[in-house]
């Protein structure tokens, strides 16, 4: 952390990297593509990454082992949380063999940064447990004074499009009440949605951030896919609990093949 107290943290999320690195992801190298989007963040510092979810699109051994090599040339602190296309037993016992930390709660000078899994089995859609709700409740409750920043990987309020609105929080209201009883709270981080949202509800600013593979079109009623790059989110938390923040779009050499 710099001398000014500031940490600055990367969100990367929605990678989707598949154990075979012949095969492509509605045409995409999610592989190379992630490669790109960190040699990018390098070009920065940084203290801190934060994966939200989707690591792999076909959970297995040798996805997470690829992604633990990838992000081994981050010069920082790797955490991360499952989204719905992991499985997060197997993820927790690959990933525990590799620099990736899996912790629900990171203290960083005066923040507290509370991972939340929200996954279902058998589910696209999130949700948070009673469990999970009241682990929320009693962190911050037993942390008043540091500042917070909330991230899980499903995506609490509605993003435009129909489809993936199917595929929401599904109890993002207990969440909200969670959140509305601890005003240190400033911000609540996700994936999934595969787009850039920043937005306002009871108070809590809530960031959406873009894949670093494919891009979902904003505002379709169904599955389409967008022209947008890959990207990832920067963000500056200072001390004294301001949030800045903002998008890295990464251009990505094209498939050398049509796998």
Known sequence: MPDSGTLRLLQITDSHILPDPEARFYGIDSAAS??????HANRNRFDLVLFTGDLAQEPSTESYRRLAELCAGLPAPCYWLPGNHDEPALARRILSQTPLLHEPVIRKGRWLIVCLDSTVPGSAGGSLS???????????????????????????????????????????????????????VRAVLHGHTHQVSDMEIEGKRVLGTPSTCIQFRPASRSFALDEERPGYRWLELGPEGSLETGICRVAVPPASDDA
Do not use: C
């Open 34 to 39: 992630l490669r790109a989007v960190i040699d």
């Open 130 to 184: 009673e469990e999970r709700l009241d682990l929320l409740e009693r962190t911050l409750s037993g942390h008043p004074s540091l500042h917070t920043l909330i991230a899980l990987h499903h995506h609490p309020v509605p993003s435009g499009s129909a489809w993936m609105d199917t595929m929401i929080l599904d109890n993002a209201g207990e969440f909200f009440a969670v959140l509305g009883r601890h005003p240190q």
